[in-house]
T-cell receptor
Framework: GQNIDQPTEMTATEGAIVQINCTYQTSGFNGLFWYQQHAGEAPTFLSYNVLDGLEEKGRFSSFLSRSKGYSYLLLKELQMKDSASYLCAVRSYNAGNMLTFGGGTRLMVKP | DADVTQTPRNRITKTGKRIMLECSQTKGHDRMYWYRQDPGLGLRLIYYSFDVKDINKGEISDGYSVSRQAQAKFSLSLESAIPNQTALYFC?????????????????FGPGTRLTVL
């Protein structure tokens, strides 16, 4: 089976930087995804990592360490609209290349 | 227009009723998925389909069935709804996308159907 852990809630201040961690245990690792989900809306794709290192995309960056089973999503220059849930999902060959999602981290950005 | 649509958006029904949730997509993707989302549990895969003739069970398929009527349509049925099937249901599609690190196969989600079983 697979196990994915991420904090349930985080709070940060507008303009600041926040790091959302995700740890996972899986066999047949084939990529890690981050999705953003605003309350009552559909998840939307943010980033994908399959190799170790940092992927930067504007204000958002995602990091992966396969040996440690660890990823983080870094959000810079936080804006109020970044208040949302952030879902970490792992794809595994051993699960038919399907995604297994963590429970999500609800981020609240305060003025 | 939305690329992935779901109907209905909200539904309240009673225990024992048969319910069908429908999903349509205009993205031209072959792969379609049904998930349910419960607070604190994240998204869990119910069924997935790689093409019209390919249907596969996901993590939590018991109590559900699906039909892939066409490449663009994938419906989810609850034959006899029960209260613990109360959840937010999402349909998703995926194709082959090329990111900086190769194939992403990212999934695109519909707006969701909020189902309440009384």
């Amino acid at each position: 089976g697979q196990n994915i852990d991420q904090p349930t809630e985080m709070t940060a201040t507008e303009g600041a930087i926040v790091q959302i961690n995700c740890t996972y245990q899986t066999s047949g690792f084939n990529g890690l995804f981050w999705y953003q989900q605003h309350a009552g809306e559909a998840p939307t794709f943010l980033s994908y990592n399959v190799l170790d290192g940092l992927e930067e995309k504007g204000r958002f960056s995602s990091f992966l360490s396969r040996s440690k089973g660890y990823s983080y999503l870094l959000l810079k220059e936080l804006q109020m609209k970044d208040s949302a849930s952030y879902l970490c999902a792992v794809r595994s060959y051993n699960a038919g290349n399907m995604l297994t999602f963590g429970g999500g981290t609800r981020l609240m950005v305060k003025p | 227009d939305a690329d992935v649509t779901q109907t209905p958006r909200n539904r309240i029904t009673k225990t024992g009723k048969r319910i069908m949730l429908e999903c349509s997509q205009t993205k031209g993707h072959d792969r379609m998925y049904w998930y349910r989302q419960d607070p604190g549990l994240g998204l869990r895969l119910i069924y997935y389909s790689f093409d019209v003739k390919d249907i596969n069970k996901g993590e939590i398929s018991d109590g559900y069935s699906v039909s892939r009527q066409a490449q663009a349509k994938f419906s989810l049925s609850l034959e006899s709804a029960i209260p613990n099937q109360t959840a937010l249901y999402f349909c998703a599609t995926s194709g082959r996308g090329q990111g900086a690190q190769g194939t992403t196969d990212e999934q695109f989600f519909g707006p969701g159907t909020r189902l309440t079983v009384l």
